[in-house]
């Protein structure tokens, strides 16, 4: 076998492996590649949310001012915590005071308060208590304290507003009422009360110890004597329970003006009282019984008569 020939066998042995022998030197470079390649960043592990406290404070003191500087508000207890997952406030022996615009200060006071973040919703648990105090600007007449009280109190401070699922106390100055649910919004001067809803008012203040059932007293003194005291609007009062409650209004120094349908006997009975001169001056004129002319014919059979004493 010539020289020529061994070449060209070798070349035909050598082509028939050289595929595979490329093949072999591409997997080397690409597993040195692989290994020899950074490897990425892990991404750390989140971790879930607890209800845990981030951080708290013992024995605190917060007060938040307006751009005057003006007092807004002033928070203190024994401890707070602040929890993550939802933003909010919790304060043991909680004691805040707010002050607005108009110098009308609110006090509250609770066991436990949880609060937002920025303190626009305020949850009061365990003897809350909510007292706005009293209030008086200059020429105008004093706005008597007012106090909310329960063992669970919802309040929204900006909004002026008190709600509770749970029996409140409301006190007024010297009126008291009860009921097993409230919702007060102080802008629109509404207050709401549920199941089993009790009340006690004081009567207003008497500026001469001379009773409205004196027979006899001057029109003139008896008028300067009633116009200051509050005006209580009662109907039926010509007999049974109306006629009870204007005898202990009217004793307890209240004025009246009473309604009944049966006019006259209504009449006769504040005659009978003592009430003579006045009820005939202040009797207003009945309204008539024509269905054409009164919407409230049918609840009347001789018209209705509205005075005051």
């Known amino acids: 076998m010539t020289l020529n020939e061994r070449m060209r066998r070798v070349w035909e042995i050598f082509s028939i492996y050289l595929p595979i022998l490329l093949m072999s030197l591409l997997a080397l470079g690409t597993w040195w590649l692989v290994r020899n390649a950074p490897k990425p960043v892990e991404q750390p592990q989140q ?31 024994e ?56 209030f008086s600007k200059s020429g105008t007449k004093p706005v008597p ?22 029996p409140v106390t409301l006190t007024r100055g010297p009126d008291q009422f009860t009921g097993n649910a409230m919702d007060f919004d102080n802008f629109s001067q509404v207050l709401s009360m549920h199941g089993d809803v009790k009340g006690r008012m004081q009567p207003g203040r008497v500026t001469s110890t001379i009773s409205p059932r004196t027979p006899g007293l001057d029109g003139r003194l008896r008028n300067a004597v009633m116009d200051s005291s509050p005006l ?6 010509s007999s049974g329970i109306g006629e009870a409650l204007a005898l202990r209004f009217a004793t307890a120094g209240y004025r009246l003006a009473l309604v009944a349908r049966r006019a006259e006997v209504m009449r006769a009975w504040a005659l009978s009282q003592g009430w003579a001169k006045t009820a005939a001056r202040s009797t207003m004129p009945t309204w008539p019984t024509s269905t054409a002319s009164s919407p409230r014919a049918s609840s009347a059979s001789s018209g209705r008569a509205c005075p005051t004493w």
């Open 232 to 237: 209580v609007f009662i109907t039926g009062a």
């Open 145 to 166: 304290p007012m106090q909310f009280r329960g063992e669970f109190l919802h309040v929204w401070p900006n909004e002026e507003r008190v709600k509770s699922h749970l």
């Open 79 to 134: 401890t707070l915590k602040h929890f993550m997952d939802t933003d909010t406030l919790e304060i043991q022996k909680a004691h805040m005071r707010t002050v607005s615009p108009d110098g009308r200060v609110t006090l509250a006071t609770a066991n436990r308060a949880l609060s937002n973040s920025d303190g626009t919703e305020v949850q009061l648990f365990g003897d809350a208590v909510v007292t706005r105090e009293e």
């Open 47 to 77: 971790r879930a949310v607890s209800h845990e406290p981030d951080y708290y404070m013992r024995d605190f003191s917060i007060k938040s001012f307006d751009a005057t500087g003006r007092l807004q508000s002033e928070i203190k207890g």
